[in-house]
């Protein structure tokens, strides 16, 4: 069945997962739903301490069984070392059929490959699936199809009951005997917690697993005691150099900073370009370069950001501690000084997932949203983007808050070099659709802007200004002119993984790619 | 077409040899590019460097920016074949590295042209421009300004040129201070252009502008440089203010009307204005036009 974003999802997969197919972003506005309840348990006195020693212990008091699914946040990122830990105890005690419900998967994870041949592991739901994951998953490794869905999208499905946690497993760099949290206050502190909020909230057990256990009361908490079962001290959560580096250097390539002056003048000649307007960007390159820009057209004319959100890094909190912006709405911590400024500032806040990116709640913060600069892998003429199928047919990214922040924002950019490598990043078709074009009204490159047709207020706005303004189609032209026209990509009709709309329906598909050595990555 | 007294504010040096940057260069808006088969390529690696960049010039659009190709040296075995993969690869202009006399440029002028005849380009549309880098160099800048129709200007070479004076490059330009002088000089009087040397040091930003303005003030027509991050530095710098626009506006339209009727000397804006101010407005009117501000002035 075709859907609004024209690709065809097959029947098969529709009656397998239970999903129907993406009609457009607002489509379940006003949708009325009940929310899951969960299965808790009254502890009535205790004995004050949930501590436990024994990973295997705690998973048989929480009921582990063949099936079922667990949880983990991606907040410790490459660092990451708590799902293999509890992975790596499941494994051993010969638990199959599990279903992974993680916020994102990256390298941390490699080991988990030898996990789903041998049908320990045979679903995933993640927002991404770097690394040997990715690549088990395109080559089809995987026994279900993995479910892939943004940040916002995963607290809809965890809200609805659609995804059932049975045992969520949070690592806590701080944790008091009773099970209060924090995202700071040990040796792999990773800034906020937010990722597990929801999960803290609906999983039937859980488990926080600390390497740093504290007197009770750790508070102010960011997962309470009142959600968790066990406390697990273990001696590393995390290797705090992958956690979050030292900052970044500033920007220097001409090119990222050409394309950041463009997209600042381009914010700055919008009419949301006024005093509290409201922003978020993404970490590194171009886009943190559009920050500082930015800045500069803000003192230029006096105007303040209301707020920033998002993922934070040194940049922002920089402008905050200047009065630039009035408050940082934090989902996550790229940084050590970002961190530091969380711990410091008063108007650094720490907020849930679902505060962020639920499109399902009544009322998130990304629907607050002026402006948001994304990156992207591929774009195409209808301005669909691409955040998770390499040029080789490889899952190799993640949706993250992609397609909740370009549904939210009154403008979303879109931040890329026209060629990336040698493949043309702007092209006639996306290889798989993360999000629609209707959401995306500006694609910056490093060879002009061009704005969606939507979006005519937009176009008058940035000619104003004297931008290079190209039409979606002359920025195809120009790549392919450069690198020639890609060769379309070969699968086999095996789906592996859907890419589930931040509604829950499914945006697109991803089948089993060839075998790599077979595919002709020439050009036509 | 190149015009030999075009627009040259800032000449950009790339490794001829690195396809990454022989990709898309012209979008960060230098007048002209310098693709580099001499230092930047080592011994092993000319012929690689000659069929990249040969390939390079045939299938890449350029778009404005002038094509140079900084051969090696006429003391060494590969300039010849430089030349040739340079003409017939389609290059705009050459720049030859230490030039020491006239004789250098009659040399390389002589091979240009056999290059030209051999495969199929207009006779004299190769340009050549002469790097000096030595004392001698330096000393024989006359001859040198004056060698060749083709010569559309002189570059200094700061590296080996202080090399040559026993010295190298403090930052305060003192050492320099001769030869810019020199050079401006002679190649005003033989009309032809000047460009000043590479500043290095990717992270004074605040040294390289203080350079870029001295040398704009001392005469020179542009400068060499080694990253796309000193271009808006550098046109900046060679952008004229809007009073120096709109004045030069006056003077061309001024002795336009006042030739007509027979009047030399007269004044504007209560400066006294002559003929000789007329090419010096219209240079400025050129460089506010290329960098995109004459028309936002006119609009005021």
Redesign the interface.
């Known amino acids: 069945m075709i859907n609004a974003v024209g690709r065809d999802i097959p029947d098969a997969v529709l009656a397998e997962t239970g999903k129907t197919v993406f009609q457009g972003s607002r489509h379940f506005d006003d949708y009325t739903y009940e929310k899951a309840a969960v299965k808790a348990r009254a502890r009535i006195g205790g004995e004050g301490s949930k501590l436990e020693k024994d990973l295997q212990e705690v998973l048989r008091k929480c009921n582990a069984h063949d099936g079922m699914t667990i949880s983990f946040h991606h907040h410790f990122r490459e660092g990451d070392l708590v799902a293999m830990q509890v992975m790596q105890a499941i494994h051993e005690m010969g638990f199959k059929n599990i279903t992974i419900c993680a916020s994102s998967l990256s390298k941390a994870q490699d080991e988990l490959v030898p996990m789903l041949e041998d049908g320990t592991v045979t679903h995933i739901e993640s927002s991404g699936v770097r690394g040997k994951i990715g690549e088990a998953i395109s080559e089809g490794k995987l026994q279900g199809i993995a479910i892939l869905r943004s940040h916002g999208g995963r607290v809809r499905a965890i809200e609805t009951g659609e995804t059932k946690i049975d045992i969520a497993f949070i690592g806590a760099p701080s944790c008091d005997e009773y099970g209060n949290c924090r995202a700071v206050g040990g040796n792999s502190n990773c800034g906020v917690l937010s990722y597990s909020a929801i999960d803290a909230e609906y999983a039937e057990y859980v488990v926080v697993l600390t390497d740093c256990l504290v007197p009770f009361p750790n508070f102010p908490a960011d997962i309470s005691m009142t959600d968790v079962d066990y406390v697990l001290k273990v001696d590393a959560i995390g290797d705090p150099e992958k956690i979050a580096t030292g900052a970044a250097r500033p920007v ?1 390539d ?2 990222k ?2 394309m950041a002056e463009s997209c600042a003048e381009f914010i700055a000649a919008t009419p949301y370009f006024k005093e509290g307007f409201t922003f978020q960007t993404g970490i590194g390159g171009a886009a943190s370069a559009t920050a500082l820009c930015l800045s500069e057209k803000m003192r230029e004319k006096n105007i303040r950001m209301g707020f920033g959100a998002g993922g934070m890094s040194k940049p922002m909190c920089d402008l905050l501690d200047e009065g630039l912006v009035s408050c940082l709405l934090d989902t996550q911590d790229f940084d050590l000084p970002s961190i530091e400024n969380l711990i410091s500032h008063p108007k650094h806040f720490s907020i849930s997932t679902k505060e962020y990116a639920d499109p399902f709640c009544k009322g998130a913060v990304v629907n607050k949203l002026d402006f948001v600069i994304l990156g992207t892998l591929e774009a195409d003429v209808h301005f669909h983007c691409n955040v998770v199928m390499s040029s080789e047919g490889e899952l190799m990214g993640a949706q993250g808050g992609h397609p909740d922040t370009a549904a939210g924002a009154k403008c979303t950019i879109v931040i890329t070099p026209l ?1 990336q490598g040698r493949i043309p990043t702007i092209r006639n078709e996306v290889t798989t659709v993360t999000t629609p074009g209707e959401t995306v009204d500006v694609i910056v490159t ?2 002009g802007i061009a704005i969606n047709p939507q979006r005519p207020e937009l176009l008058e706005a940035a000619k104003a200004v004297k931008l290079p303004i190209k039409s979606i189609e002359e920025l195809r032209d120009i790549a392919y ?2 690198c020639g026209e890609p060769a379309t990509l070969e699968f086999e009709d095996k789906v592996v993984a859907i890419i589930e709309a931040r509604d829950g329906s499914i945006m697109d598909v991803v089948r089993k790619r060839k075998d790599k050595n077979l595919i002709a990555l020439s050009t036509k | 077409m190149n015009h030999k007294n075009r627009l040259r504010r800032s000449m950009m040096f790339l490794n001829a040899q690195k396809p990454n940057l022989l ?2 260069p012209y ?2 808006g230098a007048d002209s590019l310098i693709f580099d088969l001499e230092d930047a390529v080592a011994l092993g690696e000319k012929d690689a460097a000659r069929f990249t960049l040969f390939h390079a010039l045939k299938k890449v ?1 350029y778009q404005n920016a002038e094509k140079v190709v900084r051969i090696n040296g006429i003391d060494t075995p590969f300039w010849k074949e430089d030349i040739r993969c340079a003409v017939f690869a389609g290059c705009d202009s050459i720049r030859i590295p230490k030039t020491e006399s006239k004789e250098d440029i009659l040399l390389v002028e002589a091979e240009v042209a056999k290059a030209e005849q051999e495969a199929g380009v207009t006779p004299g549309s190769t340009f050549l421009m002469a790097a000096i880098e030595s004392a001698k160099g330096v000393v024989h800048l006359e001859e040198i300004c004056h060698a060749s129709e083709r010569l559309f200007g002189v570059a200094l070479s700061a590296g080996d040129y202080t090399k040559d004076l026993h010295t190298g490059i403090s930052g305060s330009g003192v050492e320099l201070s001769g030869a810019r002088q020199l050079m401006i000089i002679h190649a005003r009087a033989a009309g032809i252009q000047c460009f000043d040397t590479v500043y290095t040091n ?1 992270e004074d930003m605040e040294g390289f502008r203080k350079e870029v303005e001295l040398i704009h003030t001392m005469g020179f027509d542009g400068k060499s440089i080694i ?3 000193q ?1 808006p530095v550098v046109h900046a710098v060679y952008t004229p203010s809007a009073e120096e626009i709109t004045f030069a506006e006056k003077v061309v339209q001024e002795i336009d009307e006042k030739r007509s009727q027979g009047i030399g000397v007269f004044t504007v804006d209560g400066k006294m204005i002559d003929i000789a101010f007329y090419d010096g407005a219209k240079r400025t009117l050129a460089l506010a036009k290329a960098a995109g501000v004459l028309e936002e002035v006119q609009n005021d």
């Open positions: 220097t001409r090119r900073l050409m060629v490093d060879y002119k450069i | 990709k898309d979008i960060y659009d990717l990253n796309p991050r271009i």
